[in-house]
């Protein structure tokens, strides 16, 4: 009972919240005209890797590395390195395909270092 009764209480505040705010006026166009809505996605990370899990064939997109010396690993589940390449010059966004598929399916990270960035992504090969 005590459960069905804090249940019924979020609702009720939820509820209100929402009424509240469908209440308020609209905003002035002014506030509509610098109102932003960012999502989190490509832009935020300076690597992302896909599709995930991955067959072999694996996408990377480097983002914000513009002139800057990186050096992008493959690592296996017990970190040795497995793939090594030393990128330079590279663009405000790179796209890099790497074909993984003569690895043994499982567990990698790929690694991204150098250029003031060090990130790491997990990867599935399947």
């Known amino acids: 009972m005590p459960r069905l009764l804090t249940i019924s209480f979020f609702i009720a ?18 506030m509509r005209a610098t109102t932003v809505q960012t999502r989190p996605g490509i832009d935020d990370k300076t690597l992302v890797v896909y599709p995930n899990p991955s067959t072999g064939i694996v996408h990377l997109t480097i983002n914000g590395q513009e002139g800057r010396r990186v050096e ?29 598929s003569r690895f043994a399916n499982g567990l990698y990270y790929v690694k991204l270092e ?13």
């Open 13 to 30: 505040l939820a509820t209100s919240c929402f009424a509240g705010s469908v209440a308020r006026s609209a905003p002035s166009e002014a």
């Open 72 to 100: 992008l690993q493959v690592l296996n589940v017990i970190g040795s390195v497995v793939y090594r390449e030393m990128m330079t010059d590279l663009n405000d966004r790179v796209t890099k395909v790497l074909d993984l």
């Open 114 to 126: 150098g250029g003031g960035t060090n990130q790491m992504c997990k990867l599935v090969i399947r």
